[in-house]
T-cell receptor, first 121, second 114 residues
């Protein structure tokens, strides 16, 4: 069964440094997401991406964050200048339908990657 | 604003007992409610989901119920086993116009004791 993959599994960086987290969504999926989970807390939505542009972003996703689909397979999250509070597990997810249409087509689930644990020191 | 409340935060049961986790959501336009199981250090895994045009769905020992009027949905696990021990998250799809973000509850840590 196809899976979302993410690299690296663990990234340690110093405060103020730039990091790029990489994701390879499932190949026929069209919608991509980033979520984060601070240790022991809930999973929080960061951003959704479709057709090479951001569909929606949360308050967490400020100017320090950016996403890109540089080629046909990768989907990246960049944090320009990391802060201590950026330390978290970052999950990429993908899905192949964005939602129920007016014809009533059912939405497909979001498949999560294994996550990248980002530690900012 | 968009919010999903989840209770209880921790749940301890004996093997073979049932476990029930409850969630409420705030956005009345939400129409899709997945439940994820997350084992320590691993990704959230979808275990069951329900659409707003359905009141109940069952998959072996797991069932989910939805009350749209009250904006409640619940996860029921019967005949619990030690391997059911994990953190369970409910979520609600929020938005319209094709947006498809999930708002998660705070999670329930389920411990099943042999």
């Amino acid at each position: 069964e196809p899976e979302v993959t993410q690299t690296p599994s663990h990234q340690v960086t110093q405060m103020g440094q730039e990091v790029i987290l990489r994701c390879v969504p499932i190949s026929n999926h069209l919608y991509f997401y980033w979520y984060r989970q601070i240790l022991g807390q809930k999973v929080e939505f960061l951003v959704s991406f479709y057709n090479n542009e951001i569909s929606e972003k949360s308050e967490i996703f400020d100017d320090q964050f950016s996403v890109e689909r540089p080629d046909g397979s990768n989907f990246t999250l960049k944090i320009r200048s990391t802060k201590l509070e950026d330390s978290a597990m970052y999950f990429c997810a993908s899905s192949d339908l964005r939602g129920e249409t007016q014809t009533g087509r059912l939405m497909k689930e979001q498949y999560f990657g294994p996550g990248t644990r980002l530690t900012v020191t | 604003g968009e919010n999903v409340e989840q209770h209880p935060s921790t749940l301890s049961v004996q093997e073979g007992d049932s476990a029930v986790i409850k969630c409420t959501y705030s956005d009345s336009a939400s129409n899709y409610f997945p439940w994820y199981k997350q084992e320590l250090g691993k990704r959230p895994q979808l275990i069951i989901d329900i659409r707003s045009n359905v009141g109940e769905k069952k998959d072996q020992r797991i069932a989910v119920t939805l009350n749209k009027t009250a904006k409640h949905f619940s996860l029921h696990i019967t005949e619990t086993q030690p391997e059911d021990s994990a953190v369970y998250f409910c979520a609600a799809r929020v938005g319209s116009g094709g947006y498809n973000k999930l708002i998660f509850g705070a999670g329930t840590r389920l411990a099943v004791h042999p």
